[in-house]
């Protein structure tokens, strides 16, 4: 298992291993929030945090939400709005430990166009 922690301490993302690679993308939402994200199913993921300790970003179609800490801003994790078995989500790996992440291949993804 592995943990994501904001900078803050707060909010904990617990996930069941290393992600194989990381996707950084630059599409309007990420390039802003400057994040890598690990994939994951969401019944595999449990975000640790208290009901008033996050906010939450949804725009446009309304088809994911953005989790981020109410008390240091840090992006911790997406989740799909809309409900499925099989439903992903996207944990920030830049708040994994450093080490962890070291050997992680980045994947480039080109969301701004596709
Ligand atoms: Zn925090």
Same mark, same amino acid.
């Given at each position: 298992?592995?943990?994501?922690?904001?900078? =803050?301490?707060?909010?904990?993302?617990?996930?069941?291993?290393?992600?194989? *690679?990381?996707?950084?993308?630059?599409? *309007?939402? =990420?390039?802003? %929030?400057?994040?890598?994200?690990? %994939? %994951?199913?969401?019944?595999? +993921?449990?975000?640790?945090?208290?009901?008033?300790?996050?906010?939450? %970003?949804?725009?446009?179609?309304? !088809?994911?939400?953005?989790? &981020? =800490?109410?008390?240091?801003?840090?992006?911790?994790?997406?989740? *799909?709005?809309?409900?499925?078995?099989?439903?992903?989500?996207? +944990?920030?790996? &830049?708040?994994?430990?450093? !080490? +962890?992440?070291?050997?992680?291949?980045?994947?480039?993804?080109?969301?701004?166009?596709?």
């Amino acid at each position: 298992m592995l943990t994501a922690t904001c900078h =803050c301490g707060t909010i904990k993302v617990e996930v069941p291993r290393a992600p194989e *690679s990381v996707t950084d993308c630059n599409c *309007s939402i =990420c390039r802003r %929030y400057g994040v890598r994200w690990a %994939y %994951y199913k969401d019944a595999e +993921v449990t975000l640790i945090a208290a009901t008033d300790a996050t906010d939450n %970003y949804v725009w446009g179609d309304k !088809s994911l939400k953005f989790i &981020r =800490c109410k008390q240091c801003g840090c992006v911790m994790q997406w989740k *799909s709005l809309t409900v499925g078995a099989d439903t992903n989500t996207g +944990v920030n790996a &830049r708040n994994f430990e450093q !080490s +962890v992440m070291a050997n992680v291949p980045v994947r480039l993804l080109d969301g701004a166009d596709t």
